[in-house]
């Protein structure tokens, strides 16, 4: 996760589901079957972007045949703009770790005696 950006990973992965329809109306169990993630983490992080104004939630309209309505997120214009940024400061974040893994391999240099 990129330092700074307030937004855990499993945020991460919820605004990136949101983000490869973002005009469409997504319901609950269609975000947790694509990203994997649980009710229990689910639902409080679209409460919490709700409540930060990232993302629009309604209602879904008309009466289902047997089932309750469910609720459906989209994420608001802000949420668009703040959602591109973190996922793109995430993959650059990610870039950034990667080459510092590599760099801080020691390089193996031959041993005296080494061979023998």
């Known amino acids: 996760?990129?330092?700074g950006s307030g937004f855990?990973?499993?945020?991460l992965l919820v605004l990136?589901?949101?983000?490869?329809?973002?005009t469409d109306w997504r319901h609950g169990y269609?975000?947790?079957?694509?990203?994997?993630?649980?009710?229990?983490?689910?639902?409080?992080?679209?409460?919490?972007l709700s409540?930060?104004?990232?993302?629009?939630a309604r209602w879904e309209e008309g009466r289902p045949a047997g089932r309750p309505?469910?609720?459906?997120?989209?994420?608001?214009?802000?949420?668009l703009a703040q959602?591109?940024?973190?996922?793109d400061g995430a993959a650059l974040e990610g870039t950034r770790q990667a080459?510092?893994?590599?760099?801080?391999?020691?390089r193996r240099r031959g041993l005296a005696g080494e061979g023998l």
């Open 1 to 3: 996760m990129p330092r």
């Open 8 to 11: 855990s990973a499993q945020t």
């Open 16 to 22: 990136a589901a949101l983000l490869a329809q973002p």
């Open 30 to 48: 269609d975000l947790a079957k694509q990203t994997g993630l649980k009710s229990g983490t689910l639902y409080p992080i679209l409460v919490r």
């Open 51 to 56: 409540d930060r104004g990232l993302m629009e």
């Open 69 to 79: 309505p469910r609720h459906l997120y989209r994420l608001s214009s802000e949420g």
């Open 83 to 87: 959602a591109k940024a973190a996922l």
């Open 99 to 106: 080459g510092q893994r590599q760099r801080a391999t020691p």
